[in-house]
């Protein structure tokens, strides 16, 4: 069986990442890989299934057994990337999606030349407030520090070799599917 | 407005190559550059369409006045392509398909940086053969010389950005268009 191919997604909070991978992941071809953190689960979220949230002191065990491909501090918490499911639905022929924010996604391009990175930007950092604004889990204060953030991570597109807006829902996953689709029929050098 | 892509396309003769791109050129985002040649029309062949056929004479001076972005010979006829109607379509914003036997794919590699390469294969030999027998416009020794050429131009895949086979048109076709999107979609470094 041909490998499948080790994906990573990033985009700013409120980019409508989760809503494009919620459509992408109905084709059973790929395995999504859950992130561990150490963050509160914010309303409607599913241990397992948005993270796996776990202790600071469990994270920094599994940091301890080497269990991690990469993982990072932000704001204030711990994030990282499991290796051995990453490594077993590869074997198996999946495209494995990481969704990680973009020093992660760093790591991994250092650590993994196999894999390949989908950056997913808004139209606008006027659309983003907007949609920040609109799924009302957040004070404005906070919406702001989040454009604030997405603003300066819009720079690290470069370090992606593929970005898509998403505009419309409908539009960016058919882009995203194409890309997928690309990568795989990518030749290997 | 933002540049077409280049897109190069290679594929042995007999792997569809033509039919897929008749398909995609149903987009009118894409122009497809027509090839000059000093070889002889098949049947049912067009000027200006399928190739430009122009004279030995002819294609020797525009050599010598530097029109090409590549040429090449091939089974004793040239073959070459024009720069000036191509860099008019990528400022107009449209994808230039270049349609290049192996080494003329070799050559734009090389002179041009921006250009993604995409090869075409067919299954395997044996089915290649037999749409070669299908076609009916060769004779048995003049398809065996095809299916060794095909065998040997089958090993210049490595030098391609991306490879499909073609099986079924309809899911070649949509791996052709899911490669330029993605292509489009390719952050420059």
Redesign the interface.
């Known amino acids: 069986m041909e490998r499948g191919k080790l994906i990573v997604v990033s985009a700013p909070s409120g980019c409508g990442k989760g809503t494009i991978l919620g459509e992408v992941l109905k084709d059973p071809k790929f395995y999504f890989s859950v992130s561990c953190t150490t963050r509160q689960p914010r309303e409607g979220e599913v241990d397992g299934v948005n993270y796996r949230f776990i202790t600071k002191e469990r994270f920094e065990e599994l940091i301890a057994e080497g269990a991690f491909l990469e993982h990072a501090e932000y704001v204030g918490n711990y994030y990282g990337t499991l290796l051995a499911p990453i490594e077993e639905n590869l074997a198996q022929g999946k495209d494995v999606l990481l969704e990680i924010e973009v020093k992660g996604a760093e790591q991994i391009r250092a650590l993994r030349p196999d894999a390949s990175l989908i950056?997913i930007v808004p139209p606008s950092l006027e659309t983003l407030r907007e949609r920040l604004i609109n799924r009302g889990t957040e004070e404005m204060d906070v919406i702001e520090k989040r454009v604030a953030k997405a603003e300066q991570e819009i720079t690290y597109?470069?370090r992606?070799?593929?970005?898509?807006v998403n505009d419309k829902l409908e539009d960016a996953v058919?882009?995203f599917?194409?890309?997928v689709?690309?990568?795989e029929?990518?030749?290997e050098?």
Chains 1, 2 share one sequence.
């Not at 992606?160 to 898509?164: G, N, P, R």
């Open positions: 950056f597109r470069e992606y070799d593929y970005c898509l058919a882009d599917l194409a890309i689709r690309a990568i029929l990518k030749v050098k």
